[in-house]
DNA sequence: CACTTATGGATTGTCGACATTACACAACAG
DNA sequence: CTGTTGTGTAATGTCGACAATCCATAAGTG
């Protein structure tokens, strides 16, 4: 022991619960809110000693939370050069999407080789229906969100989650980009119970036919909006 | 200018391309290598100052290097307490294979669609057979791996080359660590040339299904041999 | 003896300074 | 004027030292 006392406080009641958050950890999380908000567009360069200033911390937090980044695939690398929000080209944004195609089948294959439950998946439609008709867009993108997350979980595969999640934060941004188009969110709305339903029948093709068709509507969302060079 | 000459050689002929490989980068070939070959087993713990010490470089690059082993996902990190080799289980493993099957399902079928050439392919399915003739063991797995590569490549599809490169890093390791049968890997050798038939009649659905079947038999070469606990 | 409470050692987390590299721009020869 | 050659600057790469944290173990108390 050499500085603080320590003693009492067995536990700190409830308030101030811990700040053990490593600042590389605190650092990416800042610097990930801000690309996945789009107020860091893709291409902007990334210098540690600026953002060490900006931050008051050292730059060796900064580096390892780029780093973090780096593995999220939000930031590339040009050795020597400099670090920079990774370019986000068409090709890309397509690619992200299929893939998450891919992935949400094999969850909803899963889902009904294992007999999961659906109730979770019924409450996020519910969610998602009370948003539409509440026109609070907000947490209509956040129903929807909760919906495929939910469907991922219950695949019961802890590396699918992980990577499901990891393609996710590129939508976050994606999403962030373009220019949203209320209108046709809300209808597709309207997607998910069917889906629900082909689960609860057991009907496997209906229910990847369905979950296939409705994610590559999401896909198309995105007119080309996003030309990013650099 | 302040130390080397630097002069002359416009372009070094050949011979010493360039060692403007950064430290951690190195350091973290090192570990990886050691980690996929098995030396460093999971559940093995890395301490920053003995491996900096024992590779003569400061503790920085080496954290580094460990960050982006742990982006491989070979690494886990438990706060203020170390890092370690992540341990694998055998859950771990049998969702690495299920998800190596969705890969190179999803690849088939995108070859399919884009009328990808397959001259590589029946390379790689040659060379299989001719180190199984040879009963050269190693050239097997480097060919069965080639044909395996070469087919995600074939696909088109960055995105699912990163994710089945990094899904790969682990099928390594597993494959390093389980007690190697030789006898059995050469009877599916014979799987390939199939698959590429399929290809190349254009059956999308007996495509996929071979190349499933051919996963999951790589999967079920592993006996649960893997029981790394701590 | 059981249980709490210091304390020491080992390991990670953070910092500031120095070394190295690459790029841009100015100076200069032809 | 054009091409080359030197410099300077700004960024990353690397280092060693210090601070904060956790764990195990021992000391103390009822």
């Known amino acids: 022991m050499t500085t603080k006392p320590m003693l009492a406080d067995p536990m700190p009641p409830d308030i101030a619960p811990i ?22 567009r893709p291409g902007t360069g990334l210098v540690e000693t600026a ?16 780093q973090i980044l780096e593995n999220d695939g939000l930031v590339e690398t040009i050795a020597y050069k400099g670090k920079r929000v990774k370019p986000l080209t068409a090709r890309e944004v397509a ?28 409450e996020h439609c519910d969610a998602m229906t009370a948003a539409a008709e509440a026109d609070d867009f907000e947490a209509l993108v956040a129903a929807d969100e909760a919906f495929h997350h939910a469907l991922i979980m219950l695949a019961d595969h802890d590396l699918l989650l992980a990577s499901w999640k990891n393609l996710y934060l590129r939508i976050h941004q994606i999403m962030a980009l373009r220019n949203r188009d209320e209108h046709n969110l809300t209808e597709v709305a309207g997607n998910h ?16 036919k369905l979950i296939s ?18």
Chains 1, 2 share one sequence.
């Open 95 to 122: 690619e992200t999407y299929s893939l998450r195609e891919v992935f949400e089948v094999m969850a909803v294959r899963r889902i009904l080789e294992n007999g999961a439950p659906l109730d979770l998946l019924r």
């Open 19 to 40: 700040e053990n958050v490593p600042l590389r950890v605190q650092v990416a999380d800042r610097l990930r809110s801000a690309i996945l908000s789009g107020r860091l």
């Open 51 to 66: 953002l060490a200033e900006q931050m008051n911390v050292s730059r060796a937090p900064i580096r390892e939370a780029i």
């Open 193 to 208: 119970p069917p889906i629900v339903q082909a689960l609860a029948d057991g009907d496997a093709d209906r229910a990847v």
């Open 213 to 230: 068709d409705h994610t590559r509507i999401l896909a198309a969302f995105d007119p080309a909006t996003i030309a990013q060079d650099l």
